[in-house]
């Protein structure tokens, strides 16, 4: 079992990496000059095991005293152990410790285990955004995977 032990900031020499991980985690990942620009205008992170070995990351807007996270991703050969609790819990000691008093996301309506996990760390749900995040799914008609849109919870915290 890996775990997770630190959190590092991101730099440009993490991008292919990321981009790797971006790309096997999700169906419609964030393209290069996504992250480009997110390295340029926020916090990012990237979770680190003992070793320094990366294990995932995270891209933070921030806004005044609120961080809102845009993209939390742990990568897959280390999902399911834990990481993400750990991660977000140095996460948000980070950012209450930097004066963020409300920390904000959104996240898909069907990702049950993201929103328990967020729930368990003090988040609440606000709101639905209609048809926030691109999907695929199964178009009886035509017998193939089709582009489709899925709403998105609205979370927050304070810190």
């Known amino acids: 079992m890996t775990v997770?032990?630190?959190?590092?900031?991101m730099h440009e020499g993490d991008l292919n990496w990321v981009l790797d991980v971006e790309q096997q985690a999700y169906d419609f990942p964030w393209s290069k000059k996504?992250?480009?620009n997110s390295l340029d205008q926020g916090l990012n992170y990237v979770f680190c095991d003992a070793e320094g070995t990366a294990l995932g990351y995270v891209c933070v807007l921030t806004?005044?005293?609120e961080a809102h996270i845009l993209n939390l991703c742990v990568a897959p050969k280390y999902q399911k152990q834990g990481v993400a609790r750990m991660a977000l819990h140095s996460?948000?000691?980070?950012?209450k410790e930097s004066g963020f008093t409300l920390l904000l996301l959104e996240v898909r309506v069907s990702n049950q285990p993201a929103i328990s996990l967020y729930e368990s760390f003090g988040f609440n749900r606000d709101g639905v955004r209609v048809n926030y995040y691109r999907?695929?799914?199964?178009?009886?008609?035509?017998?193939?995977l089709v582009e489709a849109k899925e709403d998105a919870v609205l979370m927050s915290c304070t810190l």
């Open 4 to 9: 997770f032990s630190y959190l590092r900031a």
């Open 91 to 95: 996460l948000q000691s980070k950012l």
């Open 135 to 144: 999907c695929q799914e199964w178009d009886e008609v035509s017998g193939e």
């Open 34 to 36: 996504g992250f480009e």
């Open 63 to 65: 806004v005044l005293d």
